[in-house]
Nanobody
Framework: QLQLVESGGGLVQPGGSLRLSCATSGFTLANFQIGWFRQAPGKEREGVSCISRGGTSTNYADSVKGRFTISRDNAKNTVYLQMNSLAPEDTAVYYC???????????????????WGQGTQVTVSS
């Protein structure tokens, strides 16, 4: 059974850092692109960052470029999102999701992603 479990969220002060993890099981991680998405209250889900199957290609939302870094360890079946210089506007539930199996990195949009984790809450507040 395919599973994605996010962890690492929490309450952090502005300017702080968090590292989210997405532990996967039930499928071969190396065969799929993986994305991180977030949804703030009253807002639509947005793509934060996505990574290609081998990890050589990535894309980021403009709002997080230079602050967030996505990575993956296919041997450990885990994808990470390192978040630095966090701001209140980063507050949201963060989800990881399984995307296309294509070798070329597809757009980081919800419609390209099929299976989702339950999410982890990130709150940035003083």
């Amino acid at each position: 059974q395919l599973q994605l479990v996010e962890s690492g969220g929490g309450l952090v002060q502005p300017g702080g850092s968090l590292r989210l993890s997405c532990a996967t099981s039930g499928f071969t991680l190396a065969n799929f692109q993986i994305g991180w998405f977030r949804q703030a209250p009253g807002k639509e889900r947005e793509g934060v960052s996505c990574i290609s199957r081998g990890g050589t290609s990535t894309n980021y939302a403009d709002s997080v470029k230079g602050r967030f870094t996505i990575s993956r360890d296919n041997a450990k079946n885990t994808v990470y999102l390192q978040m630095n210089s966090l701001a209140p506007e980063d507050t949201a539930v963060y989800y990881c999701a399984v995307g296309p199996s294509s070798l070329l990195l597809r757009p980081c949009v919800s419609s390209e992603y099929r299976y989702w984790g339950q999410g982890t809450q990130v709150t940035v507040s003083s």
